[in-house]
Structures are given as C-alpha cells and as structure tokens.
C-alpha cells in the first residue's frame, strides 16, 4: 500500500511539474506575442509620424513662402528651403526621439569614404543623366526641358541655389528627419545588386520621390506629375540614405544632393543651346 501511495504521489508531482512548465511556456509565448504586436505598433507609429511630417514641413514652408514672396522667385525657392531646414531641425532636437544631433548625421564621421564616393557618383551621373536626357528629347520631340530665361545671368542665379540650399534642406527633411526617426524601430533589409537597402531607407526615399509630385489637398488636386523625376528621386534618395548608413553623417549626401542638380541643370542648359 505504501508503494502504491508513493507511486501516485509521484504521480501527481510530475503532473503538477509538467502543469506549470506548460503555463510558464504559454506565459512566455504570449509575452513573445505581446513584444511582438507592440513592435509593429510603434513601427507602424513612426510610418504614419514620417509620412504626415515629410508632407507637412514642405507643405508648410510652402504656405508661409507664398505669403511672402511670389512663387518662382529667387526668393520665394530661398526661402522655403530655409523655412522647412528649421522646421525639420526643430523636430530632431526634440527630446521624444532620445538621440542626438550628432546621431541624426550633424557630423563629419567618415568624411574622406564620404567624398571619394560622391566623387564616384559624379562622373556616373553626368554619363547616365547625359544620356537619358538626350534619349528621352529625342524619343518625345524636343520638348522645352527649361522654363525660363536662357542666359549666363539665370544660369548662375539657378545654380547658386541648387548648389546650397536642396541639399543642405531636402536632406535635414528626408535623411535626417524622416530616416532618422524610421532607423530608430525599422530593422530589416533586402538587396538591390550587392547594395543592401534597408526598408528605413526605401520608405524614406519613396517620401522623398513623393515630395516631387505636386498637389493641393483642398480639393486634392494632382498639379505636377513627372514619371522620369519620380525615379530618379527614388533612385537619388536610396543613394543618398545609403550614404548616410554608410558614413553616419549627412555631409555626403548634402554634398551628392548639390552636385547632382548642378550637374542635372547645366546639362539642361547645354542640351537646349547645342541643340534646340
């Protein structure tokens, strides 16, 4: 009889082990799930966070420049470009982001890799958008490629902006701000050739591409809409983020983002007095 008691006593402490394992494991699980639904929660947070503040600050700077100055002027581009770099600087110096400036890119890390790949970049870009352009004004008939003036004087009124403000603006915007705040929660990355891209960065960019179609929102009206544009600011803005991965600072792709529309502007200009 006293075997048989022992036996079922150890009967029922093995099933009281096994009783709690299996809720400690369902404990686990669950706080695994929870880790998990809370994760694509504060993801999908900074998307939605992103997404307004890409289109917002820009919409906003817009808005302001309008009141001030009249839409095309030297200026009214001024201006805007101003406005959004200190709006989109006030929103990284919040404390809510736990990060730094200096985290941000606000830094020369790496600054000599940073250059020797802008100055890679250059000479690609001048043969490939050389010979896109000339491909497309041939394959759609000449059409104007510039709106305005063709003289020295509109030529360097056009470059001493494109050659400051885009890249010194566009890139505290959509690297600094929109990137920042994505690589903070997004992991995760996927391969274009043996570039790795990450989805931070793709989002950041197809903000970025996103940026050049115009539009009003009352009523939501399409005002601007350019195919080849649109990809080659997302083909730009994955470079530029990738060098802001890459070297930890923005100094590279500010320096990338003025060169390529310097060059994208005096190719214009030369293919409309060579050959138009």
Known sequence: MDTNANDYHLKDINSSILQTSSQERNGVESENIEKVEISIAIKILDGIIVLFLGIFIPKLAFFISDILFEFGTSAWDFT????????????????????????????????????????????IYIVALSIG???????????????????????????????????????????????????????????????????????AAVIFSAAHIGFTLFPFQITYFNLMQICFSMGLGLFYGVLLERSKSLLGPMIAHNASDIIAVTIYYVITLVFM
Do not use: C
């Open 80 to 123: 805007h470009h101003i406005l959004q770099l200190a709006f989109a600087l006030l929103v990284i110096s919040l404390p809510i982001w736990k990060k730094s400036l200096k985290e941000f890119g606000l830094n020369f890390k790496n600054w000599r890799w940073a250059l020797r790949t802008v100055l890679e970049f250059i000479i």
């Open 133 to 203: 352009t000339l491909i497309t004004q041939i394959i759609s008939g000449w059409p104007p490629i510039i709106q305005h003036e063709r003289n020295l004087n509109d030529y360097l009124r056009t470059i001493s902006f494109s050659g400051t403000m885009p890249g010194l603006s566009e890139e505290i915007v959509f690297r600094a701000m929109v990137l920042g705040i994505l690589s903070r929660h997004w992991s995760g990355k996927f391969k274009i050739g043996k570039t790795e891209i990450t989805f931070s960065n793709f989002f």
